[in-house]
């Protein structure tokens, strides 16, 4: 994958997640207004909001971890080093680029 097509797939995952995680925080679900019981709330009610919430919020920060990991591919671009691998300095086999082009290290140091 060359610098370019990187930068235009990088740039368009990068739009498509920070729509979703604002999406995610404007449809955060509201406090229920039902009153039911001696606490105000049903007990399954309050847990599945909570859950919800969890989820939507969960979804909206791994978002925004996904998009700062794109902005610092993108930004790699820029500075020419896009590409390689940044423990051993190799270059980052086509491949694997092409699955994640934010990818900053090479199948070997992965885990790094």
Request: hydrophobic share 30%.
């Given at each position: 994958?060359?610098?370019e097509?990187a930068?235009?797939?990088l740039?368009e995952?990068r739009d ?6 604002s999406?995610s925080?404007?449809?955060q679900p509201e406090?229920?207004?039902q009153?039911?019981g001696?606490l105000?709330?049903?007990p399954g ?8 919430t969890?989820?939507?919020?969960g979804?909206?920060?791994e ?5 700062a990991e ?9 500075d ?14 086509d491949?694997?680029?092409?699955a994640r ?5 090479c ?6």
């Amino acid at each position: 994958m060359d610098a370019e097509k990187a930068r235009r797939v990088l740039t368009e995952e990068r739009d498509r997640l920070r729509e979703m995680g604002s999406w995610s925080r404007e449809h955060q679900p509201e406090v229920s207004v039902q009153q039911e019981g001696a606490l105000g709330q049903h007990p399954g009610d309050y847990g599945s909001e909570v859950e919800e919430t969890m989820e939507r919020e969960g979804l909206a920060d791994e978002s925004e971890r996904q998009a700062a990991e794109i902005d610092a591919a993108l930004q790699r671009i820029e500075d020419g080093t896009w590409g390689r691998c940044r423990v051993c300095g190799r270059e980052i086999d086509d491949e694997r680029l092409e699955a994640r082009a934010q990818a900053d290290t090479c199948r070997e140091h992965a885990d790094s």
